[in-house]
């Protein structure tokens, strides 16, 4: 099973932006973490970073037929980005955002998510080990959807119900 990880605005400045509410790691330190887990759990990572809007819609949309999940922190665009959103909701599969910090606890303009209603899931404020319990969500969703379409497919077929003998 794969999962995208895609990174919006600015994440590549972890580490050096604002340490006291996003912490020290760097993205490629988040990255690296985040390999080892995967690997625990038989999952491959395809790693995205951009500070452009379009470029975010774009590898949302490519992962249609090429990915099984998607863990994605939208970043600023998450209080801004209904083309973010309705790429999200385009693509339907599983999908759990995550910020590093509590946006609820934040100014006010960052405590609404457009992009939250086209998740399956958001986690919040958790440091950068919200991108590993992001994983732990997708892994569990992804296996519990494994296990619906074995169990369909190892169902008896049925046949259609016959229509009844008419009266006599």
């Known amino acids: 099973m794969k999962v995208a990880v895609i990174q919006g605005p600015n994440l590549n400045m972890l580490g050096v932006r604002e340490q006291n509410i996003y912490g020290h790691m760097t993205l490629d330190q988040i990255h690296e973490q985040l390999k080892g887990q995967a690997e625990q759990n038989g999952l491959e990572l395809e790693f995205f970073q951009s500070?452009?809007?379009?470029?975010?819609?774009?590898?949302?949309?490519?992962?249609l037929g090429t990915v099984d999940a998607i863990l994605i922190n939208p970043a600023a665009y998450t209080h801004t980005s209904i083309a973010i959103r309705d790429a999200l909701s385009a693509v339907a599969i599983p999908t759990v955002e995550v910020h590093i910090s509590n946006i609820y606890k934040r100014e006010?303009?960052?405590?609404?998510?457009?992009?939250?209603a086209a998740s399956t899931g958001v986690i919040a404020g958790f440091g950068p080990f919200g991108y590993h319990l992001g994983l732990i969500s997708l892994t569990q969703i992804l296996n519990e959807i494994q296990a619906m379409q074995q169990a369909q497919a190892e169902a008896p077929q049925t046949a259609p119900a016959s229509e009844p003998a008419p009266a006599v």
């Not at 500070?51 to 992962?63: A, R, Y």
């Not at 006010?108 to 939250?116: D, H, K, L, P, Y």
């Open 51 to 63: 500070n452009l809007e379009g470029e975010l819609v774009d590898k949302i949309q490519e992962c």
């Open 108 to 116: 006010e303009f960052r405590q609404n998510s457009i992009t939250a």
